[in-house]
């Protein structure tokens, strides 16, 4: 494979650029029967679309999504879905200035030396565009966890920049105002005067997603390299812009005891939950909570040194319409991830282990 | 796949649990002509194995590698290279009294709710022993990825418990008595103390472990999901033990702006690498920085809180050899798998570029 | 992978139904820097559409290719290339008296049992329209072939019911009367007589494509199990229709003696080519020669017996427009998936042997 | 992958050459729960073994398969399966003579073209006794396969060079003279009268395999790629020797009309199986029917025409322990293959469509 298919036995295979005609991709291994139409796609392609507010990209696509096969009377068939999104405000003069030029942070210089072509249309396939294919794709994996198993899968912004953005609630992220998918709502003065600041300078900043699923049985991963937190991590770390990945503790487990770490079990559940649902690369049936860090925009209308395609230095300034906070609108898309690869474990713990039975009691 | 096998044109498929009689695997893909033998391998076996010091296991294994295919007149062939390690110090009495019960912070509980089977013998397939065979096929890469570019990739301990360990050099890692991979010979008596104290308080520690890849060059990665970051994110998060995973700046590019996070070029070179040596997915040619978290070791002789396979309530105490920071030995194991993952990224890129000329200076 | 993505390194992934809104494919993995255009692929897709003859089913579509991505500047950029083709005369009502019964010969039993749906649009994904994205991929790989290996590959009707169809030439292809892909253009009243009595019965019939890949290197095709030709029945049993295939002598070469069969090398080349270019599944640098059977159209205007979904006794007939031979469209598909294989093997080759030089001569 | 992986959930990857130490393999994805032991594996092995007629070759080898992991207490644990089979007499000594010059027919030419080596110890991985890992592998989906769905696969010798042998009853095969898996025992001694007279002659001669498996629930098989038909040609044309592949009818279909070969559905099953039990790529609930050609042996003690690694020419003659018809003991692995190809479609089939419940009957 390529690199641009995701998944085992329920995969996404994407394709389109930034400013080709469309984007989309195929869905392949959907379970039939799964009640599906554009609309069920349409509600997590909206929370990701640009435009919703002053602190996001102001580029304009309606990112209408199309179910080109795979389904029969609403439902789906078993076949693949082939999902279309046509770009529709491509612009691509805006870009006629960066045509010779690497923009710093972008993949621009590794793309050319890659391929030996600069696409130089607002990043072509290295854009985060693509990621609405991922939102389509994702929305079908979290509707069929969801009737299967009643799986839950809720992402949140938990950090802004140097800001902490401490959980308070999953209802804070249907507050009208909440454009940053903050899990409280008090702080969103804080965070808009923050973004505010952070544009007024010219300048860019990270953020922290954190993405949990509820409800997951118990059983999905396999050992020994497909483990689950091993595929999370390798969807996660696909997104554009993201630095880091962390299951549970994360990080913090570096300093922890294993007294503390390590989650004792009681009839009445696991005490405590520093391994973030998954042990041994397998769901432990509580919720698997995962935390993801996504570097500062690194497109800025600052001057910055660069390199031409000659290799001569450069000053350049990207002055297009770029997100802030690339971090702002990826909860969508860390929820999509989530889901993509828990569909696909749950499909490949069936095919191998569909008639274990066992009497050991599932903790709740 | 089921899941032991890693990889796309240069694949490693694993197998043998703890106290099974062999532990073992198939490394297929590799380029042919190039000069191997299983001395190659046990380098960095003998620099993971067991033993070797009273802060890590006392198990007696001698983890010789035997060579079962793929070489003739001491070449690779191009066919796959089998690869047999015998146990040889399974001991599973010890294992007798957790027969029925389930390890906190252990697979115990996720294995047998997945399969149904309770292999109680040291953790069976969900031991960090099977590791041993990554490390012996990643020196294969290692030594192609030398030969064939001049990579070189090297680990050490970056924290230990709450105690960060400044790199100091490269040089450290050979002295006689660093046991713990630190690349400071000056923490030695520090690091010692503090294992000391943590295995007097009957307990365990996490680590990090940092390992850098120098010489890479620029152009490997897959875009979009297949990305050089996330396919390492799998590989270190595909570990026993292991919770979080960062490139270059990780988790601190959070609060970074993108003036001070975004790398500028120059022709003289990337000015800072805050990238880890990947943009886009694809490599810059700089060295790749990657971050590894480690949870402390599950297994500690104190009394937990458990349940047995009826889900009964009972206290157990885990007796066995286990390393008090699993950290300890992990750096051949991260370097094992950077480099297994750079391996099939290069031939990856040769496969689909192989005919890319560009006349785009290549930075230094 | 769910069965909709072919090949390793070179992977066409397809989806759409005969009566959908589209049918589509992304290619993923094609090298930078070919040139490339809807036309290069819409030859091949006139090649194979419906409705050029009388012999062939009176289904009117475009068959039009739209090229969504993976090109710049009329270029391939080594990104997927998304295609689609927009079902323009899907006329559904045509197969609503069909919509309980099982079709015989066709897989509308066998998809329900399957998938537990009943799409009974014209066969919806198991209908030989699906073959029209694997002539547009495959035009492809043909260009890519030609242009870096001088690779060419062509097929004709070898057998047309019980006539066998002797090869006289490939330019008798290129006359324009020559509906059948017959390379023997005196034979071309006589096949069309044939047809017309077999129509005439209100029958169908079976038929035979040969094809062959001349200048294709030495070397392509990976042991053990997806050895080139193993991978080419893979391909070419994937055809609808297709029952048999045979490489080079095939089932005659169970009668053959060794001393007859084996061809021998000489300084100036192989003597002789039973072995149909392949050998221990390896390309030899001879022809490749591929014998393919097609049985004969399962939908012929005859009653027939059947069951109902409720599984009673029924008897039906099909009257939709049908090819009342499958094979003798076939001959641009079987090329395609040809064509296809063999690039995925030559990109695999390169990415595990690119460094490999031989001073032993290659025979011609 | 890099070839010697077979399957997609249940998968072998096979290891080993002809006068390496040892032949062996990984069989991943096996549910947990079967009872097995190298006893089950060896069975099938002692079918295929050689030395067992003067028919056969007269190479030496126990094939005494040990089962390295994947088991506890009699059954698979879920691990993978690690396969290890000894060799034990490679008299390499016999192949020095060959060590410059490429033998007719053999894949000598190619691997050394492909890898560069000329690795000429009976032909090193290219040699049929790779085979014995895959009939090893075989017996476990033969197990599992039976026990799950009482599927019995049985194959038998349908054709010796000139000679069709008629099928008169699978008891024949367990009759003690049977050395050709000939399924009529009143042609044992034509047959043994022909092998003596092709060996008389220092000649060799082809065979026709035919393997059934009975049993096959309706509905295994993944369109469009990975249809069970197309997976089945993929597995049987990577046996070594094999030129051609039939589902069913076969090429006869070609001459056959569609009324006739289109076999009919009624309530009391279908009217008869051209089909050959797959339709539309998927599992009709019929008998599957596979017929494989394999081509004559191509070593003979006759002197030929070759070439050395010069490229001067030679005449050689082999000289070795070899099969005058390769096709005798192929029956193991031909059953083999189709069991691994329909164990790993069964858990496709269970991974997507767990949950399909139809009311469609069943045709018996």
């Known amino acids: 494979m390529s690199g641009n298919t995701l998944g085992t036995l329920f995969t996404l295979t994407?394709?389109?650029e930034s400013h080709g005609p469309a984007i989309g991709g195929i869905v392949d291994g959907c379970p039939p029967g799964l009640e599906l139409s554009a609309e069920d796609l349409q509600v997590d392609l909206d929370r990701r679309k640009p435009g919703t507010s002053r602190h996001v990209t102001q580029r304009n696509e309606a990112d209408q999504v199309e179910i080109l096969s795979g389904l029969f009377e609403g439902k789906t068939t078993g076949a693949p879905i082939g999902l279309l999104i046509r770009n529709t405000d491509q612009r691509s003069q805006d870009y006629s200035k960066i045509m010779h030029t690497f923009r710093p942070g972008h993949a621009d210089y590794t793309y050319t030396q890659k391929y030996g072509i600069r696409d130089y249309r607002g990043g072509g396939r290295s854009s985060a565009r693509e990621t609405a294919v991922r939102v389509a794709a994702g929305a079908i994996a979290k509707k069929w966890l969801k009737q299967q198993y009643g799986i839950q899968i809720r992402g949140y912004?938990?950090?802004?920049?140097?800001?902490?953005?401490?959980?308070?609630?999953?209802?804070?992220?249907a507050h009208p105002d909440n454009v940053f998918f903050s899990p409280n709502v008090e702080m969103l003065p804080e965070l808009e005067a923050y973004m505010d600041q952070v544009r007024g300078e010219r300048d860019s900043v990270g953020a922290q997603i954190t993405v949990?699923?509820?409800?997951?049985p118990v059983g999905l991963g396999e050992p020994i390299f497909d483990r689950l937190d091993a595929d999370i991590a390798h969807a996660m770390m696909g997104i554009n812009a993201v630095k880091g990945v962390e299951i549970g503790a994360g990080f913090d487990s570096i300093a922890q005891r294993g007294s503390e770490h390590c989650d004792e079990l009681t009839p009445e559940g696991f005490v405590g939950n520093h391994a973030g649902g998954i042990l041994g690369g397998i769901s432990t049936g509580q919720e698997i909570?995962?935390?993801?860090?996504?570097?500062p925009t690194s497109s800025i209308p600052q001057e910055r040194r660069s390199i031409n395609m000659d290799g001569e230095a450069v000053m350049m300034q990207t002055t297009g319409r770029h997100d802030p906070c690339v971090g702002i609108r990826a909860t969508p898309i860390v929820e999509a991830m989530l889901a993509l690869v828990l569909m696909d474990h749950a499909l490949r713990h069936r095919g191998q282990n569909a008639d274990v039975r066992t009497t050991v009691p599932v903790l709740k």
């Open 157 to 173: 912004l938990s950090q802004l920049g140097e800001i902490p953005v401490p959980f308070v609630g999953w209802d804070a992220l």
């Open 14 to 16: 994407s394709f389109g």
């Open 289 to 295: 909570i995962v935390h993801v860090a996504f570097k």
């Open 212 to 216: 949990v699923a509820e409800q997951v």
